[in-house]
């Protein structure tokens, strides 16, 4: 690992050492450029002459290891600086893919959802269609009943008066005949008045024709 950061170190700067060939004098890695000139012109002010010959060879080289570990350290702080970026560029990245899959995740599921709300809106729409139904079909039942009662009723009177018509004309016809002895719940089986419920249970006796209906 160690051999690799050495190796990516050098493919990375191994460009700025040595001069370029066939490059203008102005570029300081060009093979022209005027470096003793430079210092004539910018650097060799008589003071600091002064001073750097009166620190001495000794003190000038001491406070050039000092500069030189203070730019190893700010260059190394430098570059833990971008490798932190770059690792936090990639966290970043694969958040930002983790939140694009949750998003996705949850479009799916809201989807879903609004499917089975729709399909639940829809049953419970049947669900009331259907009670409602239920509940009509209840009323005309009963309605049905009601009037069944009402027809029985009008049936059993509309009975009655032409029992109570026939009985008045036998008082006419027969005036000796005695009519209370008739009974409109009664039938005649064999020459006999029975109750209409014994007669139905009583199948060996005949009844005359118009005397008892099956």
Known sequence: MELQRVESAYE???????YLKDVHARSLWGKFYPFSVMADELC???????????VGHV???HF???????IVAVER???????????????????CSAVQ?????????SYSLSLKEAEFVEERSLQLASAEQVKTVKGENNHLESRIKELEHEVYEAFAQGFDRAVSQV???FPESDVTKLDATKVVVNDQLMDDEAADGDDSKESSIGDKAD
């Not at 990375?12 to 040595?18: D, E, V």
């Open 12 to 18: 990375s700067q191994k460009r700025l050492h040595g």
């Open 44 to 54: 060799c002010f008589p003071d600091d002459m002064k001073m750097i010959d009166e």
């Open 59 to 61: 003190g000038t080289s």
């Open 64 to 70: 050039l290891q000092v500069i030189g570990a203070c």
């Open 77 to 95: 702080a430098q570059e833990l600086a971008l490798e932190r970026e770059r690792k936090v560029s990639l966290d970043i990245a694969e958040l």
């Open 101 to 109: 899959e949750k998003e996705k995740t949850i479009a799916e599921l």
């Open 171 to 173: 008082k006419v016809l």
